[in-house]
């Protein structure tokens, strides 16, 4: 079964720096692209950054020149260097994985079970 396990969130002053790490796991065969989506209280769920199997990566404008996306694509893990936090940044953020080819499960689009940040100004 494919799950996706993210660590590395916490509390962090503004200004300061976190590293959130997701693994994929279990029978996995190959994959589109991994990203971060975050959800702030009563906002929708966001892509935050996303980086494709070719390495090629995109970010939301308010991340852009913080936030860095990373993988280790031979074990189908993920990371994201978050700089310069601010208060704003605040989310729940979850590990997202894209169009997933599998051996012993049906596939798809696969989602971690979030990882809380919180930065106090």
């Known amino acids: 079964q494919v799950q996706l396990v993210e660590s590395g969130g916490g509390l962090v002053q503004a200004g300061g720096s976190l590293r959130l790490s997701c693994a994929a796991s279990g029978s996995i065969v190959s994959l589109t692209a991994m990203g971060w989506y975050r959800q702030a209280p009563g906002k929708q769920r966001e892509l935050v950054a996303r980086i494709t199997g070719d390495g090629l990566t995109s970010y939301a404008d308010s991340v852009k020149g913080r936030f860095t996306i990373s993988r280790d694509g031979a074990k189908f893990t993920v990371y994201l260097q978050m700089n310069s936090l601010k208060p704003e940044d605040t989310a729940v953020y979850y590990c997202?994985?894209?169009?997933?080819?599998?051996?012993?499960?049906?596939?798809?689009?696969?989602w971690g079970q979030g990882t809380q940040v919180a930065v106090s100004s």
């Open positions: 997202h994985a894209e169009e997933v080819k599998a051996v012993k499960d049906p596939g798809g689009d696969f």
